[in-house]
C-alpha cells in the first residue's frame, strides 16, 4: 500500500510547491475583437413540412423553386393535396435575418383552385430555420410554420 500511496503523496507535493513560486509566466498578446462569424446566405429552395399542425394527417407543405413558392393543403396522410398558394419568390441576398418577402399570386394558376387564398399577394417571414405566413381560412386566421 505504501508503494502506490508514495507515488501519489510526492506528485501532490510537487503540484502545491510549483503553485506557491513566483517565477512569472509569459503573457501572449491577443487581440481582444472577437472572430468575425461567416454567415452564409440561406438557401430556401427545396421541399418545407408544416410542423406546427394538430394533426399527423393534415397540414400545409410548401416547394419553393428559384422564384416560386407554391403551397399545397394536404390531407388523408398525403393522398389527397389541393393548392393553397402559388405566387412569387424571391431568395435573399444575404444572411440578414429574419428574411422577410412578399409573394405575388399566380392568379390564373390559383383561379379555379377552390381552398386556394384570394390574396394578391402573401408575406412570408423566413426566421430561424422556420418559415411563417398567415392562413385564413372560413373565418379564422392561424399561423403556419414550416421547416425543412
Known sequence: MKRILTPLVLAFALTLTACGGTTAT?????????????????????KWKQSNSASEDSYQHATITDDTITVEWVSDGGDTTSTYW?????????????????????????????????????????????????????GTTTKVELKK
Do not use: C, H, M
Not at 509569459?26 to 427545396?46: F, M, R, W
Not at 390564373?108 to 386556394?116: P, Q, R
Open 86 to 138: 402559388i405566387g412569387t419568390f424571391k431568395a435573399p441576398t444575404d444572411a440578414t435575418a429574419p428574411y422577410v418577402w412578399s409573394s405575388k399570386r399566380d392568379v390564373k394558376a390559383t383561379e379555379s383552385a377552390l381552398l386556394a387564398s384570394n390574396d394578391d399577394t402573401k408575406e412570408f417571414t423566413y426566421d430561424g430555420e422556420t418559415i411563417s405566413y398567415k392562413v385564413t381560412a372560413l
Open 26 to 46: 509569459p503573457t501572449v498578446a491577443t487581440d481582444d475583437k472577437p472572430a468575425e462569424e461567416t454567415q452564409t446566405i440561406p438557401n430556401l429552395a427545396g
